[in-house]
Nanobody, 115 residues
């Protein structure tokens, strides 16, 4: 079992920045993929970004150039640096891990971009 604990959400003005963190525990081996989804009310959960243990990354088109994922494999922690935030980035951000053929999810952290 992998447990994921997120932190760093909050309220920010448009154009501002936030940094999310997600610490994983309970894995004996390197976690294959870690990343972030977000859920906006009335819409399906969408992939924001992810990173493999080897460093390969994927980003949603809507966040390319503004969001950056980073990962500390030694600490099993993944970070999401969000810059130039827009109101449409508002939502609940969920950290996830793909480990030994199973998906694990964090509890979610609210990000609100509003003036």
């Amino acid at each position: 079992q992998v447990q994921l604990v997120e932190s760093g959400g909050g309220l920010v003005q448009p154009g501002g920045s936030l940094r999310l963190s997600c610490a994983a525990s309970g894995s004996k081996f390197s976690i294959n993929v870690m990343g972030w989804y977000r859920q906006v009310p009335g819409k399906e959960r969408e992939l924001v970004t992810n990173m493999s243990s080897g460093g390969s990354t994927n980003y949603a088109d809507s966040v390319k150039g503004r969001f950056t994922i980073a990962r500390d494999n030694a600490k099993n922690t993944v970070y999401l640096q969000m810059n130039s935030l827009k109101p449409e980035d508002t939502g609940v951000y969920y950290c996830y891990a793909y480990y030994r053929f199973t998906y694990y999810w964090g509890q979610g952290t609210q990000v609100t971009v509003s003036s």
